[in-house]
């Protein structure tokens, strides 16, 4: 039971433009939302999250949006640089619950074409 | 702030062999996570600690897996008479007590099992 889906296994991007990445949940107790970058041979780096009160947090180039009645959330990179090639994950957890766990989802792959 | 650091990096042993891991977490979070990472997959949540109390495990962590923090400092994750399906990148996290929704990775252990 993937309870949280990225239908997009890859996207690409020319460098300058806006890149577009989409998560999908299932569970309605999750309360809490990431999205992290891993590079080939590295564990995952946190970029910025996102709390179920919120439907936008920004940092940076990076800006994440929260549709909770969709139950979707979206990663937005703008502009788009050649170190941003990476694979990205959803990541949600449900902290009212007092569960620390985090559930990922199964990644995207994004490239960044110069 | 040095980040979490596993150790060793990549590991092979031969099937039926018992494999020892750890991890060293940021050091003033007081929470250790263990997660598993096959191909194509995100990361899996295996077991938590919070200081040295095991506080959350998960059914994937079958009776030959087994994981302390004996000190509240770092951590280590035993796999016992390995099998094939072991083979994956075992990856720790810690995080402080005050943001422990945000979870910051180390660079992951690859075991492979002949």
């Known amino acids: 039971d993937q309870q949280v889906k990225q239908n997009s296994p890859s996207l690409s991007v020319q460098e300058g433009r806006i890149s577009i990445l989409n998560c999908d949940y299932t569970?309605?107790?999750?309360?809490?939302f990431l999205w992290y970058k891993k590079y080939p041979a590295e564990g995952p780096t946190f970029l910025i999250s996102?709390?179920?009160?919120?439907d936008k947090n920004e940092d940076g180039r990076f800006t994440v949006f929260l549709n909770k009645s969709a139950k979707h959330l979206s990663l937005h990179i703008v502009p788009s640089q050649p170190g941003d090639s990476a694979v990205y994950f959803c990541?949600?957890?449900?902290?009212?619950?007092?569960?620390?766990?985090?559930?990922f989802g199964t990644g995207t792959r994004l490239t960044i074409i110069p | 702030d040095t980040g979490v650091s596993q150790d060793p990096r990549h590991k092979i042993t031969k099937r039926g062999q018992n494999v020892t891991f750890r991890c060293d977490p940021i050091?003033?979070?007081?929470?250790l996570y263990w997660y598993r990472q096959t191909l194509g997959q995100g990361p899996e949540f295996l077991t938590y600690?919070?200081?040295?109390?095991?506080?959350?495990k998960s059914r994937l962590l079958s009776d030959r897996f087994s994981a302390e923090r004996p000190k509240g400092s770092f951590s280590t994750l035993e796999i016992q008479r390995t099998e094939q399906g072991d083979s994956a990148m075992y990856l720790c996290?810690?995080?402080?007590?005050?943001?422990?929704?945000?979870?910051?990775f180390g660079p992951g252990t690859r075991l492979t099992v002949t």
């Open positions: 600690f919070q200081n040295e109390a095991q506080l959350e």
């Open positions: 990541a949600a957890s449900a902290r009212d619950l007092g569960n620390e766990k985090l559930t």
């Open positions: 996102i709390s179920s009160i919120k």
């Open positions: 569970n309605s107790m999750f309360d809490y």
């Open positions: 996290a810690s995080s402080s007590w005050d943001r422990s929704y945000e979870q910051y």
């Open positions: 050091s003033e979070h007081n929470r």
